[in-house]
């Protein structure tokens, strides 16, 4: 059974960091990129950060360059996000992608975990 299970969500302060991983069973993460996405309350789903399959390039939404960082680890079929300086816009649920690095067709989600960045 394909699945990708986000955890490390929660309430942190403005300013704190938290871990975010993204557990994939049932497939191997390492034919797949990986991306992190969220969705704010009234907003559309945006791109947060991606990395290839090998993790050997990794790209961010501006708004979180320099704060965020996405890395994989494939001997356990994780990817994870570190969030560092968050802020109160940061607040959305986050969500795991993983697309086939050969057919895009070939692409799972995850559930999403919510992040809340409030003092």
């Known amino acids: 059974q394909v699945q990708l299970v986000e955890s490390g969500g929660g309430l942190v302060q403005p300013g704190g960091s938290l871990r975010l991983s993204c557990a994939a069973s049932g497939f191997t993460a390492g034919n797949y990129a990986m991306s992190w996405y969220r969705q704010a309350p009234g907003k559309e789903r945006e791109l947060v950060a991606a990395i290839t399959p090998a993790g050997g390039s990794t790209n961010y939404a501006d708004s979180v360059k320099g704060r965020f960082t996405i890395s994989r680890d494939n001997t356990k079929n994780t990817v994870y996000l570190q969030m560092n300086s968050l802020k109160p816009e940061d607040t959305a649920v986050y969500y795991c992608?993983?697309?086939?690095?050969?057919?895009?067709?070939?692409?799972?989600w995850g559930q999403g975990t919510q992040v809340t960045v409030s003092s």
């Open positions: 992608k993983a697309v086939h690095k050969w057919k895009s067709t070939i692409n799972y």
